[in-house]
């Protein structure tokens, strides 16, 4: 089937619907709530039902507006136009998905953002096998691999105990749909005293509908940081330091395998994690679904695709609006 890749987004013309637009399209399928993905899509919408929950949440006077919002839970299908549509797990956020789309025969198949590993909160990522991938690559290069599940759940909780033994206030960076929720899951998990800004603490309910308890997470205020950990969105890095106590940072992004991460970030502690797939993961993911074609979006596309040119596959790197060259939009958000 044809895709037509524009500045507005991915769209398939034959079944006429839009993958992930970026701006306001009569139907579309949004693969999670990252606010890159889910935008202010004006008429039918697709997508997981804690997708559109979010979404919801995020854009309550646009979701409102005479839209058809169409949940699709994982492992269910529906039917556009004369093509087959079926949502499959994808391990990034709660509630993200791939989409996969089979029409005359061909296989499509969507990741949206998507990683192998399994994540702190979210689901496994279900590996399709499909005529054509499009797939993310942000982190397309071998010097990307992260840590596992565990292995970050516990830097994170070793490092918040070392910080309050010593009577400093740990304090995580994460943005506020994601791995904001992640860190909080992870110390609240350890009985670490966790004190959660607003806008990370306002997704927190959908994680616990989803099935994560955050045991005695508290509203972050200013004036009672001490002997507790902070989870904050990255802007509040000045506002923290500012307050000249005993603040110690951990910065937990894949980003952190940077050299320069530490100069960035401010942070004393590096914890090289992501919600997206590490060089070693995104061949795993192609491996495992055995694509003719593959379309290569977000990140390092152009190395990457070579890479699995080198290697023997059929790819290449469309330009889209989201095609993302630099560090600096992904440390705003993964
Ligand atoms: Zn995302």
């Known amino acids: 089937m044809d895709l037509h890749y524009s500045s507005d987004g991915i769209y398939i013309p034959d079944i006429d619907l839009w993958l992930d637009p970026q701006v306001s399209k009569p139907a579309c399928w949004i ?5 890159d993905h889910a935008r202010d899509y004006s008429t039918t919408v697709f997508g997981t039902p804690v997708s559109l929950e979010v979404y919801r949440l995020r854009w309550p006077a646009i979701a409102s507006q ?16 004369g093509a087959t549509l ?37 689901v496994l990522t279900e590996i399709v096998p499909c005529d054509h991938l499009i797939l993310e690559s942000t982190f397309g290069l071998p010097v990307y691999h992260f840590l596992s599940r565990q292995e970050a759940m516990a830097e994170i909780v070793n490092f918040a105990k070392e910080c309050l033994e010593d009577g400093a206030t740990p304090a995580f960076f994460g943005y506020p749909l994601g791995r904001g929720q992640e860190v909080t899951y992870a110390l609240t998990q350890a009985g670490i005293r966790t004190a959660v800004h607003g806008a990370i603490a306002k997704y927190l309910s959908i994680y616990e509908q989803n099935g994560y308890s955050f045991p005695g997470w508290e509203p972050y205020d200013a004036k009672q940081v001490q002997g507790r950990a902070l989870v904050v969105v990255p802007g509040m890095r000045r506002v923290l330091e500012a307050t000249g106590k005993d603040i110690r940072i ?40 055995r694509p003719s074609r593959i379309d290569i979006i977000h990140g390092y596309t152009e190395v990457f695709a070579k890479t699995l040119c080198d290697r023997g596959w059929n ?4 330009a889209t609006a989201r095609t993302r060259d630099t560090q600096e939009e992904a440390l705003a958000e993964e």
């Open 250 to 289: 951990a910065y937990v992004s894949g980003w952190a395998r940077l050299d320069n991460a530490r100069t960035r970030s401010g942070a004393e502690k590096l914890i090289p994690y992501s919600d997206h797939a590490g060089f070693d993961e995104l061949l795993e993911i192609v491996e495992g679904s």
């Open 86 to 122: 079926t949502c499959l797990p994808a391990a990034h956020i709660v509630g993200a998905a791939q989409l996969l789309v089979e029409f005359k025969g061909e296989r499509l198949l969507y990741t949206g953002d998507i990683k192998r590993r399994e994540p702190i909160c979210g």
């Open 315 to 318: 790819a290449s790197s469309p």
């Open 66 to 81: 005479n839209q058809s919002l169409q949940p699709l839970p994982y492992g269910h299908s529906c039917v556009r136009n």
């Open 31 to 35: 693969s999670h709530a990252h606010s």
